[in-house]
């Protein structure tokens, strides 16, 4: 299937977010999103952003991940209809924290993140997306 924007039904990415945003140290105060601080964040874990000059979207996305399964390296495409705050967090099967991608402030555009995994072991990831009132969770495995 081409690159198609995740669909996600009403309620859905909310519960599975409040669900991962709670993982991480206990003893640590939230972070803005409401996660805890990074426990079992992973050092060499590589992300680049790269702005696509493509217009301007009608809509939030997060595209699936392309390859998926991967290994090293997987593309994430994801849409802004509006500027705003943005985070984009790796989290493990278990739903603990493993790096966040991206964060802060973006202007309105298409995107892409390339995401090099190569120090993380093989199993399935959960990519969480938040951009204002938008909020979608995708897998993504990896294999070695």
């Known amino acids: 299937m081409p690159n198609q924007p995740a669909i996600c039904r009403p309620g859905t990415a909310a519960e599975i977010g409040r669900a991962l945003g709670n993982s991480g140290d206990p003893a640590s105060p ?3 999103d409401g996660s ?10 590589e992300v680049s952003v790269d702005p696509e000059p493509d217009g301007l979207p009608t809509s939030y996305a997060l595209n ?3 390859p998926n399964p991967f290994n ?10 509006v500027g705003g ?4 967090v790796l989290y493990d099967a278990q739903g603990r ?3 966040r991608l991206v964060s802060g402030q973006y202007k309105a555009g298409f995107y892409h993140v390339t995401l090099n995994a190569a120090n993380l ?3 399935l990831y959960l990519v969480r997306m ?7 969770v995708q897998k993504v495995v990896l294999v070695k």
């Open 64 to 66: 699936p991940a392309f």
């Open 72 to 81: 090293p390296t997987t593309s994430l495409r994801f849409a802004l209809p």
């Open 130 to 136: 938040e951009a204002g009132a938008f909020s979608t």
């Open 121 to 123: 072991p093989a199993g």
């Open 36 to 45: 805890r601080a990074d426990m079992g964040a992973l050092d060499g874990v």
């Open 30 to 32: 939230p972070d803005n």
């Open 85 to 88: 705050n943005l985070s984009i």
């Open 97 to 99: 924290f493993v790096q």
